[in-house]
């Protein structure tokens, strides 16, 4: 498999999720030339707009295993909407104008039985 053929299966799933965060993929190879390779996948993603980038690991070992664990996980991803999505859902939020990211600034917290 070349890089170019990784690159696209990344990019695949990353859109299949909602473009949302980012894929990393770690590479590393151990002992002689020929040895063992070993890779490491995470998504790195904000949970809200204001919050610390957060990293979940998606898979580990051989790329090709690392590739297939990224299919599992974007099968079974689920976007969670923002604080502002939910606002504008519930009619509290005005709609986004052009180039507007977070309508008035504004921040809502939102609670449901």
């Given at each position: 498999m070349?890089?170019?053929?990784v690159r696209?299966?990344?990019?695949a799933?990353?859109a299949?999720?909602g473009n949302?965060g980012?894929?990393?993929?770690?590479l590393?190879?151990?002992?002689?030339?020929?040895?063992?390779?070993e890779?490491?996948?995470t998504h790195?993603?904000?949970?809200?707009?204001y919050?610390?980038?957060?990293?979940?690991?998606?898979?580990s070992?051989?790329?090709?295993?690392?590739?297939?664990?990224l299919?599992?996980y974007?099968?079974?991803?689920?976007r969670?909407?923002t604080?502002n999505?939910?606002?504008?859902?519930?009619?509290?939020?005005?709609?986004?104008?052009?180039?507007?990211?977070?309508?008035?600034?504004?921040?809502?917290?939102?609670?449901?039985?």
């Amino acid at each position: 498999m070349t890089i170019e053929e990784v690159r696209a299966r990344l990019r695949a799933a990353h859109a299949r999720i909602g473009n949302e965060g980012r894929f990393a993929l770690t590479l590393s190879l151990t002992g002689p030339p020929g040895g063992a390779e070993e890779a490491y996948l995470t998504h790195w993603f904000r949970p809200d707009p204001y919050a610390f980038e957060d990293c979940k690991a998606v898979g580990s070992g051989t790329v090709a295993e690392c590739l297939a664990a990224l299919e599992r996980y974007a099968a079974g991803y689920r976007r969670q909407p923002t604080f502002n999505e939910v606002g504008r859902t519930l009619g509290l939020v005005p709609p986004a104008v052009d180039g507007d990211h977070e309508p008035g600034g504004h921040r809502f917290l939102v609670a449901a039985e």
